[in-house]
């Protein structure tokens, strides 16, 4: 049997780094989601780091919402700084378009403060060399396996505490589905007695009844009863979720999809009891699925 892969989409991991001048914080968090949405906020100025980044992720993550901040801090920031004249020139194109539409809408707006436009990113940049923002691009990129490493560490350890919580709700719907399975026999020779009473019923009080007809009404009304079929598919079901768990890859939505299965087959089961007996096991088999599904929301 393969081993299994079952992943968590919850997730965090941090680490601290240096080269030189410039050192950096990373934070990664990752929480349920329906699909793979990644978030990143890194230095703009610090080029292809970003993508290098989100490309990545992609490939550590199949689902979940994760978010990713990078803070880079350096030395002598303060006496390094410079104004990136072609963002600046943008800015202030932008600031001239929207002055002149609010005074054709009769609008004045107050004069912009130097600070204000300094601080529209990419306006004032470090005034790093290309050689020493590719090198430490290079490092980022390096130290980030590391974070990389203790994110899917710890979801791969939240993931094997669930595949035990799976494996025992799972184990739980099967001993259900068995014990449905013995009831519906069991019900079988009452069935049988009650259809036949019905039958006789129906005849000393129909005048010309077609006696065929009749057993046929009451032998459509046995079949819509069987359950047989609901209790094969519900082992069925058990058996491919356990596959799943066992694959070795990313199976949150197989999983969520398969549940909703579980409980379709739990509803008709409840319908066709006819029971007190099965239907209790119906409704105890609905909550066993509703405690599957819960869990299965937090799978990758």
Not at 26 to 34: I, S
């Amino acid at each position: 049997m393969t081993a299994s892969r079952v992943n968590s989409m919850t997730g965090f991991a941090a680490r601290q780094g240096a080269l030189g001048r410039w050192s950096w914080m990373w934070e990664l968090r990752a929480v349920n989601g329906k699909g793979l949405d990644l978030r990143l906020r890194v230095p703009d100025w610090i080029a292809g780091l970003e993508a290098a980044l989100r490309a990545r992720l992609a490939g550590a993550a199949a689902r979940g919402n994760i978010s990713l901040t990078l803070r880079v801090q350096t030395e002598d920031a303060g006496g390094r700084l410079r104004i990136n004249s072609c963002q600046l020139d943008d800015v202030l194109a932008a600031m001239a378009e929207v002055e002149a539409r609010a005074m054709a809408c009769g609008l004045s707006l107050a004069p912009a403060r130097p600070g204000d436009i300094l601080a529209v990113r990419g306006v004032l940049e470090t005034a790093s060399g290309e050689a020493e923002t590719d090198a430490l691009c290079a490092a980022l990129c390096a130290d980030f396996e590391y974070v990389l490493t203790d994110f899917a560490t710890m979801r791969a350890g939240e993931g094997a505490a669930l595949h035990r919580l799976l494996e025992s709700h799972l184990s739980v719907i099967a001993q259900i589905v068995d014990a449905a399975a013995t009831a519906a026999a069991a019900r079988a020779p009452e069935m049988a007695t009650a259809l036949t009473t019905s039958l006789a019923r129906v005849m000393e009080g129909a005048t010309g009844a077609d006696p065929a007809r009749v057993a046929q009404e009451l032998a459509l009304i046995a079949v819509k009863a069987d359950v047989t079929e609901e209790i094969g598919r519900l082992r069925a079901h058990v058996a491919a979720a356990r596959d799943l768990l066992d694959s070795g890859t990313p199976v949150g939505r197989k999983l969520d999809f398969l549940s909703q299965e579980f409980n379709r087959e739990a509803n008709t089961l409840c319908a066709k009891a006819q029971s007190t007996g099965l239907t209790a096991l119906g409704l105890e088999l609905k909550v066993a699925v509703d405690q599957l599904r819960e869990q299965v929301q937090n799978v990758e």
